[in-house]
């Protein structure tokens, strides 16, 4: 069974910090699978928020540009995001996903977990 599993989701005051971890199972985990992390705020169509290619190139949206990183473990199967300096714009459930191709931010087909909440409070 195929499993993506996010965690750390929270509620933090702005400027605060969170890491959000994706553990991955039940799939043939490859490093050649591009994995990224998106966003869905109440009301919002869900977007990109970073992702990171088979070689570790990574892209991030222009509105997390130095404050979130993205980053893989391929031997642990496993995803992170590190989130700093948080708004309260960066509020909404947080979703795992990993595929063979993307388009800007947007993981094709693949797999995607079920998602972790983050409210950040001003």
């Known amino acids: 069974q195929v499993q993506l599993v996010e965690s750390g989701g929270g509620s933090v005051q702005a400027g605060g910090s969170l890491r959000l971890s994706c553990a991955a199972s039940g799939f043939s985990y490859s490093s050649t699978l591009i994995m990224g992390w998106a966003r869905q705020a109440p009301g919002k169509e869900r977007e990109g928020v970073a992702t990171i290619d088979s070689d570790g190139t990574t892209q991030h949206a222009d509105s997390v540009k130095g404050r979130f990183t993205i980053s893989k473990d391929n031997a642990n199967a496993s995803l992170h995001l590190q989130m700093n300096s948080l708004k309260p714009e960066d509020s909404g459930t947080y979703y795992c996903?990993?595929?063979?191709?993307?388009?800007?931010?947007?993981?094709?087909?693949?797999?995607w977990g079920q998602g972790t909440q983050v409210t950040v409070s001003s």
């Open positions: 996903a990993a595929g063979r191709a993307r388009f800007r931010l947007s993981i094709i087909g693949g797999y």
